[in-house]
């Protein structure tokens, strides 16, 4: 894949933005044989994701996420495909374009991939509950946090090129996204419950305006049948299969599951945190390929960080207020290099105020050393378990 982009570049003309272009493809085509691998060959089947499984895939896609900061380094050194050419950066409060050097490029990425895969676990949470709620069989979980992934790729890739855009423009949308991102870890640190999926608006109008089903066909997300189907024995493989449906119980119009109900929840639920996590990157980089690229590695391990996850997030008990601190030093991170500037335009100050910006190895080390005091904290403070009354 690498030789072929290469090949392609040095027949493309030397304008860098021209050469990204195919960057961009060739990341997206290795997603796509990520995923097809991950539905197509490895869960072909449904099943029930067992821990040592989830853990497996969690650390391949770990291992696939921090690799990639090898690439990138390289790719930004030596400029493979304009990558590091014509590069938007930060700098003096404004956003310049310039040469970006491999190590700088790494530790931003790095940051950005950490950044948002800690943002992501607060996700898990809304999704366990999602599943809860709709009484998700552990089988078809799976399923629905696929296509939720499919879904994610596309809505994240769309506010990423649009943010992009819009802070190329108009810089000083910088100092709206660190007050967001303010508000967001306020929101965070004292609102302790999510409110009730079936009291969503996108839920309720899809069961007022659609045929629903309060039963589950399999693994379908659409159903012409009108009643619960049965399961019988395959005489052949022993396993458990679906007895055909009666012409009778076939309705003429497809119904949706509750598997698609879910589906709809997961998609709603990752662009609520795709309006926080996008922000926070932001304030890493201006780079638009390790904004995408950081941003959908964090994504594609969340399904098996889920199943990892799923039983064992409430011995983490400091993680949310980690996370907390995290958005709110990025969204600080941000005010020190956007606001200086305006506050000199619009007469606020005495003297002229400098930008102030964090080095990218300061930001990484806060990071990693946040998540690190909450985990060692949550082993050795672990919450209190509740005792039954004698």
Avoid at 208 to 234: H, L, S, W
Wanted: hydrophobic share 55%; glycine share 6%.
């Amino acid at each position: 894949m690498t030789e072929l982009l290469l090949l392609a570049a040095t027949s493309l003309p030397a304008d860098p933005a021209s050469m990204k272009i195919w960057a961009y493809l060739g990341f997206i085509a290795l997603v796509m044989i990520f995923l097809a691998l991950d539905l197509g060959v490895f869960h072909r089947e449904a099943h029930e994701v067992s821990l040592k499984e989830s853990m497996a895939w969690s650390g391949i896609w770990l291992a696939c996420g921090l690799s990639f900061t090898g690439f990138v380094f390289y790719a930004y050194q030596f400029h493979w495909l304009g990558l590091g050419l014509e590069t938007p950066t930060y700098a003096a409060g404004a956003i310049v374009l310039g040469e970006v050097a491999g190590a700088t490029a790494a530790i931003q990425y790095l940051t950005g991939y950490i950044v948002e895969k800690s943002l992501a676990m607060d996700n898990i949470f809304v999704i366990a509950m999602i599943f809860g709620y709709f009484a998700i069989p552990a089988k078809y979980q799976h399923r629905v946090l696929f296509w939720g992934i499919i879904g994610a790729l596309i809505m994240r890739g769309g506010m990423i090129y649009l943010g992009a855009e819009l802070i190329l423009r108009y810089t000083w949308i910088l100092i709206i996204f660190g007050i967001f991102l303010i508000l967001t870890a306020l929101k965070m640190a004292l609102i302790t419950s999510h409110s009730d999926p079936g009291k969503n608006p996108v839920v309720r109008l899809a069961k007022r305006f659609f045929r629903t089903v309060d039963f589950y066909d399999g693994q379908r997300f659409f159903t012409r049948r009108t009643v619960k189907p049965a399961y019988i024995t395959d005489p052949k493989t022993g396993k458990e299969i679906q007895a055909p449906a009666d012409p009778g119980m076939l309705s003429a119009r497809h119904a949706i599951t509750p598997l698609f109900l879910a589906l709809i929840m997961v998609e709603i639920t990752d662009l609520v945190f795709a309006v926080d996590s996008i922000p926070a990157i932001f304030a890493i980089t201006p780079d638009p390929f390790i904004v995408f690229t950081s941003n959908i590695f964090a994504i594609l391990g969340l399904r098996a960080l889920y199943f990892c996850l799923a039983a064992l997030i409430s011995k983490f008990r400091f993680l949310k207020p980690a996370l907390i601190l995290i958005l709110a030093f990025v969204g600080i991170k941000l005010l020190l290099l956007a606001a200086p500037p305006y506050f000199n335009d619009l007469g606020l100050s005495a003297g002229e105020i400098r930008s102030i910006k964090i080095d990218p190895f300061v930001s990484l080390a806060v990071v990693l050393g946040t998540l690190a005091a909450a985990t060692v904290m949550s082993i050795l403070v672990p919450a209190k378990e509740d005792k039954e009354p004698a």
